[in-house]
């Protein structure tokens, strides 16, 4: 079946300007979560959810982040006034309950 | 505080057998994963460990001491396509809810030929 998707794959926007990224996970996937993750580094824990309740935000680095999951589906990752050190790639993650995450092929975020 | 830690890249020969070590410190445990990622690619799910001892998966073996805060991956008859980097997770707990991973910096694993 159709495994995590993610959009878009890359984003270049200017400093100062909103990006919302989006999220599609494997269907049923109760958990969603949202990893940054740097070159050379391993994914770095941002938010996660169960269904459309957000559990978890401590990640999160400023409140210029926020996450929704309004349908317990989709998931949206916005980031406000971005800035040049937000530049990274964005990796969403779901599973079915407390098992194995699988991952989707990235946002790569860069921001001039 | 979360400390994960494992060798930053390591080498070996395609055919032999090769062990990444991991070990960890933090403040919950609830698990532990390996993940393998491509350059360029996505972190793709290898083994899960949340008891003591060995857990045998094909070429891939992943075994846990709690105790010691310590596992290792092995890999057995390396091919060339298990060069990549090789992620140590570790399933914390947050209040209630203990889905939250931390990760390793990666070992970069490069088979030679």
């Known amino acids: 079946g159709a495994g995590v998707s993610q959009s878009p794959r890359y984003k270049v926007t200017k400093r100062g300007q909103d990006v919302a990224l989006r999220c599609d996970p494997i269907s049923g996937h109760v958990s969603l979560y949202w990893y940054r993750q740097a070159l050379g580094q391993g994914p770095e824990f941002l938010t996660y959810?169960?269904?459309?309740?957000?559990?978890?935000k401590s990640g999160l680095p400023n409140d210029r982040f926020s996450a929704e999951r309004p349908e317990g589906s989709i998931s949206t990752l916005t980031i406000q006034r971005t800035e040049q050190r937000d530049s990274a790639m964005y990796r969403c993650a779901s599973s079915l309950n407390a098992g194995e995450q699988y991952f989707g092929p990235g946002t790569r975020l860069t921001v001039t | 505080g979360q400390n994960i830690d494992q060798p930053t890249e390591m080498t070996a020969t395609e055919g032999a057998i090769v062990q990444i070590n991991c070990t960890y410190q933090t403040s919950g445990f609830n698990g532990l994963f390996w993940y393998q990622q491509h350059a360029g690619e996505a972190p793709t799910f290898l083994s899960y460990n949340v008891l003591d001892g060995l857990e045998e998966k094909g070429r891939f073996s992943s075994f846990l001491s709690r105790s010691k805060g310590y596992s290792y991956l092995l890999l057995k008859e390396l091919q060339m396509k298990d060069s990549a980097s090789y992620l140590c997770?570790?399933?914390?707990?947050?209040?209630?809810?203990?889905?939250?991973?931390?990760f390793g910096t990666g070992t970069l694993l490069a088979v030679q030929p």
């Open positions: 959810f169960n269904y459309e309740a957000q559990q978890d």
């Open positions: 997770a570790v399933r914390d707990r947050y209040g209630g809810a203990t889905n939250k991973l931390i």
